[in-house]
């Protein structure tokens, strides 16, 4: 009986360490497989674009070229209006080869009403992203559309705001859930609130029941190859812009971030593995007035936080838990005058002891003001050293790379006809946000219906349920057989 026993445990012993592996190197799609050439990849871009802007006499300088490598791709161009779709050759990052909606038809927005979400109107912005084949949408005037409900995008998608003044505010604001392959460039995106319980179109063919959402600005869920930039975002109910649930492949670039507590979530939580495959770029991004925290707050995944200002926080600027890769090159980092609050990072509700092997890494950053960032783990040391073959271009270029932050031509505070309910609307000076159920909560995420009726990809089992299981199945096995040494073992029983 001995000889089977032992056997049988190698086996399961076996079965389980596969398990393991297989648990702890989840793929998603999108998800590179050198995270560190990606980095190289942006800092060669950037050198490239200002060594060519150096280049220029002091006479040239007021030309197009600006270094910001996003820009100069197609803003030299006089006649880009005509050639809009080469945008989508210009990202850069875990986002480069997002194709939006390139080599689709162009949509033209000339109704900026929002009554029907169930069956949207022709003309309409939300009729235009809920359909099947990639279409560059653009819009006939500046407007202001003021959602009724949550707009659900299909994949392969550009909202190009280019040349008008485009404002989304309202109920729900933007939702990408199991999309790929969209763009979201010069918008306005503000005063989102929670919405949903209701029948909403996510497809020409599909109608489904959602749930309550955030209040998200930009909510992106389960979604890959996701481009957002020269955006300004503020005043929403939750966060700015959230990713979570297995979404990866993201830049968020060039946008402008104001009058805000939690700024930007990356992850869903700490357990959830598929996580572990998320990555973001951040840069060329202006972290602006009135933020308290999250810019961004990480979970699990590989962030690249390259040249942005960093001007106002009151909490923190960049937190994290469970082990998130933190990549930090050439931002400048503006701590406030609070003494309390001077560090740019935090480890969220994690001991010392376990944060110490995380890898956060800070080169070439310019802290002012007394701001300091805590570095850990192989960060400082050989982890990024292909990273840091190329130097990150010093800070002392923030003013320039971020000159535009925001929406081209449009002043970074948002003024206007629009009534700002202050900190009433999802900004508080004591941290807290209002209404809205964030993805720390349990919040009935799959409640909702998602995207083009597709269904949620697989939850990961967890592991330690797993590894439970299969713990508990060995010990009655091993006492059954101690204690019954002539009868069959009760797995060969069922056989």
Not at 18 to 22: E, I, N, V
Not at 119 to 128: D, H, I, S
Not at 252 to 255: E, F, H, T, V, Y
Not at 420 to 431: F, I, Q, W
């Given at each position: 009986?001995?000889?089977?026993?032992?056997?049988?445990?190698?086996?399961?012993?076996?079965?389980?360490s596969?398990?393991?592996?297989?648990a702890?190197?989840?793929s998603?799609?999108h998800?590179?497989?050198?995270p560190e050439?990606?980095v190289?990849?942006?800092?060669?871009?950037?050198?490239?674009?200002?060594?060519r802007?150096?280049?220029?006499?002091?006479?040239?300088?007021d030309?197009?070229?600006?270094?910001?490598p996003i820009?100069?791709?197609?803003?030299?161009?006089?006649?880009?209006?005509?050639t809009?779709?080469?945008?989508?050759?210009?990202?850069i990052?875990f986002?480069?080869?997002?194709?939006g909606?390139?080599?689709?038809r162009?949509?033209?927005?000339?109704?900026?009403?929002d009554?029907d979400?169930?069956?949207?109107?022709?003309?309409?912005?939300?009729?235009?992203v809920?359909?099947d084949?990639?279409?560059?949408i653009?819009?006939?005037?500046?407007?202001?559309?003021?959602?009724k409900?949550?707009?659900?995008?299909?994949?392969?998608k550009?909202v190009?705001?280019?040349?008008?003044?485009v404002?989304?505010?309202?109920?729900g604001?933007?939702?990408?859930?199991?999309?790929?392959?969209?763009?979201?460039?010069?918008i306005?995106?503000?005063?989102?609130?929670p919405?949903?319980n209701?029948?909403?179109?996510?497809?020409p063919?599909?109608v489904?029941?959602?749930?309550?959402?955030?209040?998200?600005?930009?909510?992106i869920?389960?979604?890959?190859?996701i481009?957002?930039?020269?955006?300004?975002?503020s005043?929403?109910?939750?966060g700015?812009?959230?990713?979570?649930?297995?979404s990866?492949?993201?830049t968020?670039?060039?946008?402008y971030?104001?009058?805000?507590?939690?700024v930007?979530l990356?992850?869903?939580?700490d357990?959830?593995?598929?996580?572990?495959?998320m990555q973001v770029?951040?840069?060329f991004?202006?972290?602006?007035?009135a933020?308290?925290?999250?810019?961004?707050?990480?979970?699990?995944?590989?962030?690249?936080?390259?040249?942005?200002?960093?001007?106002?926080?009151?909490?923190?600027?960049i937190g994290?838990?469970?082990n998130?890769t933190?990549?930090?090159?050439g931002?400048?980092?503006t701590?406030?005058?609070?003494?309390?609050?001077?560090?740019?990072?935090?480890?969220?509700?994690?001991?010392?002891?376990?944060?110490?092997?995380?890898?956060?890494?800070?080169?070439?950053?310019?802290?002012?003001n007394g701001?300091y960032?805590?570095p850990?783990?192989?960060?400082?040391?050989?982890?990024?050293?292909?990273?840091?073959?190329?130097?990150?271009?010093?800070?002392?270029?923030?003013?320039?790379?971020?000159?535009?932050?925001?929406?081209?031509?449009?002043?970074?505070?948002?003024?206007g006809?629009?009534t700002?309910?202050?900190?009433?609307?999802?900004?508080?000076?004591?941290?807290t946000?209002?209404?809205?159920?964030?993805?720390?909560?349990?919040?009935?995420?799959?409640?909702?219906i998602?995207?083009?009726?597709?269904?949620?990809?697989?939850t990961?089992?967890?592991?330690?349920?797993?590894?439970?299981?299969?713990l508990?199945?060995?010990?009655?096995?091993?006492?059954?057989?101690?204690t019954?040494?002539?009868a069959?073992?009760p797995?060969?029983l069922?056989?």
């Open positions: 009986m001995l000889p089977f026993t032992c056997i049988f445990l190698i086996c399961i012993l076996g079965s389980l596969s398990f393991a592996r297989a702890f190197n989840l998603l799609p998800q590179h497989p050198d050439s990606v190289h990849d942006v800092q060669r871009r950037l050198n490239v674009s200002i060594s802007r150096q280049a220029l006499s002091v006479t040239q300088k030309q197009c070229l600006t270094g910001n820009d100069d791709c197609w803003r030299c161009d006089p006649n880009w209006y005509n809009r779709q080469r945008l989508a050759d210009c990202s990052g986002g480069l080869g997002t194709l909606g390139k080599g689709g162009i949509y033209n927005v000339v109704d900026s009403s009554h979400v169930a069956n949207p109107k022709p003309g309409t912005l939300r009729y235009a809920i359909q084949e990639p279409l560059w653009i819009f006939s005037t500046n407007m202001v559309i003021k959602l409900h949550e707009l659900i995008f299909n994949s392969y550009t190009d705001g280019r040349g008008t003044t404002h989304i505010t309202g109920n604001c933007i939702t990408l859930q199991y999309v790929q392959h969209v763009i979201i460039h010069n306005h995106v503000h005063h989102c609130k919405s949903g209701t029948d909403i179109a996510s497809s063919t599909h489904g029941r959602r749930g309550k959402s955030d209040g998200d600005g930009i909510s869920f389960g979604s890959q190859k481009w957002i930039d020269h955006c300004a975002l005043y929403c109910t939750d700015l812009i959230d990713a979570i649930m297995g990866t492949g993201i968020i670039s060039n946008s971030f104001s009058h805000h507590n939690e930007m990356l992850g869903h939580n357990r959830y593995l598929a996580d572990s495959g770029t951040i840069a991004n202006h972290f602006g007035e933020l308290v925290q999250r810019m961004p707050r990480c979970r699990l995944g590989y962030i690249h936080v390259v040249n942005n200002d960093f001007t106002a926080w009151e909490m923190y600027a994290g838990s469970a998130p933190i990549n930090s090159q931002n400048r980092y701590a406030p005058v609070d003494h309390n609050a001077k560090e740019v990072t935090k480890r969220v509700d994690t001991d010392e002891r376990e944060w110490a092997d995380w890898n956060w890494r800070t080169d070439g950053d310019l802290m002012v701001a960032f805590v850990s783990g192989a960060g400082v040391s050989t982890q990024y050293a292909k990273a840091s073959s190329v130097q990150p271009r010093s800070a002392a270029y923030i003013e320039q790379l971020t000159f535009n932050a925001g929406v081209f031509g449009e002043p970074r505070e948002e003024t006809s629009f700002y309910p202050g900190s009433a609307t999802g900004y508080s000076s004591t941290g946000n209002s209404g809205g159920a964030g993805p720390t909560d349990d919040g009935n995420f799959f409640g909702m998602f995207g083009s009726a597709a269904p949620p990809p697989p990961p089992p967890p592991l330690t349920s797993m590894a439970s299981t299969f508990s199945l060995l010990i009655i096995f091993v006492l059954f057989s101690i019954h040494h002539d069959q073992p797995l060969l069922l056989l």
